[in-house]
């Protein structure tokens, strides 16, 4: 019924993932909102998703927590974008963010792949 | 990371709207790459993007700083729903004004009396006030100076204690004498109020009880300004006080009126400035008893140490002296917001309670507001539903519902606050011109301020946040789908309606009780006999004690008006007396039968006035037994006194007073006859003994009282020519009619009843007006029902016995509330009542009839209403 709370849910549940996500975008260059949303599809063989509601307010999180810096630049195409890079401090965050879902999907899996001849994903 | 707010923020603002702006031109770049038209492409893009606003409202809540834009966008819708309906804006915004503005005025009066006790001392929270012997609520000064000098320096617990007596005395030496209140005080007496010279100095220790053939004065700051032009080269200077020269040694800084909370000193001179007082100096019991005392506890001593210490010097005093100290001679201390040497004490048992009476009326105002804004709410659920289902959340609804209350309030406290700074210098309008230099008034000073806002904030959010609260609870599809009938504003809102009004009519209702029993004294006190006779009676005080006259001449003198003024035509008596009834002054004496040997701890305190021959006889006050004074009862006779009954009754029951004596000041005094009680201080006092001796034998002050034929008050311009054309120096002064003298003793009552009066008719109104909000919104709501109903084959009269009985139960439930309530309420107020009880059953009857005929009257308009209205109209209205 309430469409901002939603929004702000949704950014909870994916708030770990989604911010290593992005982070783990701006790895390969900076890039702008746009691009990040095209990446991620490219990337996850259009599984994953991004809403505008969920990345802009997170890269302004991420920019307020120092883990990504942004400027304007001209795009190739000619369009004036706002370019965001990951910071010393983000790529920190994201090897720690990395680790941390690494032992998550260790630990998922040692729960779901009991028997892993049976397994299927 | 936090920046100063609202910098950049417009900036950051523009930034977002480009990203999001250049996000869609590169969508819409990809998919014409891709070979869609330029129009689909923009409309997917936009779809895809989803809602823009959302996203940005959602991107800025992350900057940390979005607050204040908030708060602004609340701002500026309340102020946008405000305007919409202003009559509601107006009504609301007035009536919380004048119920601020209520408390403020009350709290402005405490303020600037209780709260301020001594201008321009320091702390006067440390400051105590000594009592000696039974509490008293109208004290006479209790210590001796002998006995407040063992006390002063045998303590412990005081960083110092001072002493002063109150009097008046005649400035002579300018063209008119000039009648000056004056103070004799201790050497410390500045020192221990706290108070710095403005020129000059203080008094000395060795100054305190040595005379000196040119005694040292003190100025107050208003007399320097006034009598001597402020001359600032005063200090040295020779002045001349009821005949002697004094010298100046220093002027009070501004607004200090010395230590007798409501009272003005002019000026302040040495215990014995002039060494004719050696006898009260070196007494301990008798006219020697003549001090007021203050003391300043050391930091950190509580009021109780502080009375246990000295009491144990009193102890041992009481012990070395014991004759001089018959009775009781407890010491017990009262801080100055209720000293009772003063006005204070008076007014601490009546403002604490009024400033209570504003408290209900602020909070009626508050529920009566509520009830209006929630009704406003719920008929705006189309609205906040809509807005719900747009994506507003709750919290931003209630936050911006309550944005309108704080708006109202915060309007109504600058009103009120406007108001306040007029209404607290009215205080003053209710003592009328009397012989004591009271100078009560209220003050507006940042308390004030605080205590505006703080009852605009709180009574803000009573109004504003409980409606907004419930009526975001509403479920917005259910209100959206709903029709009216359905949706009058749910059960939930309908019992906070109605609670609402139960608690406007409870509270209303002990307003109205509590001013109907204080107009009721107030008319009793008009009407109650004092047992004199006070109409058609001039007095003039002639400053024959304090201007300088000798003993003799001052006898000379009395004679002299006692022969002219009643030459006069149209007088009918003249008398003298040194005292006037009811003018919240009285003398105090210690008397003893003749023989009899008191017990430890026993006071026998009586009353006493020195009245000439025909005294009683112009009073019309009765001589029971005996006789009145005559001019034979002078000098060379035997002491004689008239005894009261109440004092004949203490010294001698069952006996024949007439012929008995009495020990007064060390000399006997013969009974010679006893006057039927009256009244000496207030209305409701509890008689005290008085006893009354001959003016031409112990007389001290010189009032002339004269019984006239017709208005007393057109004599009193020949009556001062007549004292003048004697000697045009004698001071001559309080010249009025007995009738505006007296006026003092009510003046409290008078306070009382108009401002509960007041009070209690906001009250009424606003319970009426709210009862009948309610009916008639829930009658109209519903309209459609009562349609039905017609149509289906109801009366009139069912339809209106439905509506009615709907409002008397409210009614009914108020008054039933607002009675348990009253009942606790009119206790407090007991004690200020006279000739009716607290619980006076027709005053109860006559308020609760007088609110249940309005209410019925305002639930009747509606009734009526719905009644008329075509059943056909009625039920398409939806």
Redesign the interface.
Known sequence: ?????Q??NR?ELLQGTLDMLILQTLQWGQQ????IV?ALRLRSGDVLQV???SL??AL??LE?QGWVQSE?KQ?E?K????YYRITAKGKKQLSSDLGRWERIVEAIGSVMYVKPEESES | ?KRFPSFGFQRRKR??Q???D??L???I??RVARGETAESARQAAARE???IL??Q???R????QAWLEQLGRDLRYALRQLRKSPGFSITATAMLAVAICANSTVFSWIDGTMLRPIPGARNTGDLVSLQRGERNFSPTPPFSYLDYRDLREQNRAFAGILAYHHDWITLTGGAHPERVYIANVSSNYFDVLGIKPLLGRFFLAEEESRPDAVPNVVLGYSLWKTRFAADPAIVGKSIEIARHPVTVIGVAPEGVVGAMPGIREDLWVTLDPLGTEVWRMTHRSGGAVWLNVIGRLRPGVSRAQGAQDLDTVMRNIVAAYPDDHLGENRITLDPMWRSPFGANGYLATTLPILLAFAAVVLLLTGANVATLTLVRFVSRRRELAIR??L?A?RVQLVRQLVMEGVVLSIVAGAVALLLTSWTSKTFAWFFPANSNPVILNGSMDHKVVIGIAVSSLLVGMLCGALPAWRSSHAP??EVLKAESASISGGSRNRKLLSGLVVAQIALSLPLLICSGLFLRTLRNLANANPGFEQDHILTATVGLNIAGYSHDEEQVIRHKILDRVSALPGVKVTSFTDWIPMTLSHKGEDAYPEGYVPHPHESLQVYHAEVAPRYFESLHIPILEGREFTPDDDEKAPRVLIVDQTAARRYWPGQDPLGKRLRIWGHLFTVVGVARNSTHMLMNESPEPMVYMSFFQVGYETIVQVKTEGNPADFAPAVENTIHEIDPQLPVFDVRPMRESTQIASSFAVVESALAGMFALIGLVLAVTGIYGVVAYRTQMRTHEFGIRMALGASRVDVLRLVLLQGLWLAGTGVALGLAFALGLTRLIARLLYGIGANDPITVVSVVMLLGAMSMAACYLPAHRAVRRNPVTAIREL
């Not at chain 1, 702008?32 to 691009?35: E, I, L, Q, R, T």
């Open positions: 019924m309430n469409e901002k709370d929004y702000k950014i702008h909102g746009y691009g095209q809403e505008t509601g802009y307010p302004h999180r307020r304007w795009s195409s369009q004036k974008a706002r | 990371m930034e977002l480009e990203e999001i250049a996000h031109q590169m969508a770049a990809d993007f989803g809602n959302l996203v409202d959602v991107t809540d992350m900057w940390g719900q289902s994506g959340n917005a599809a």
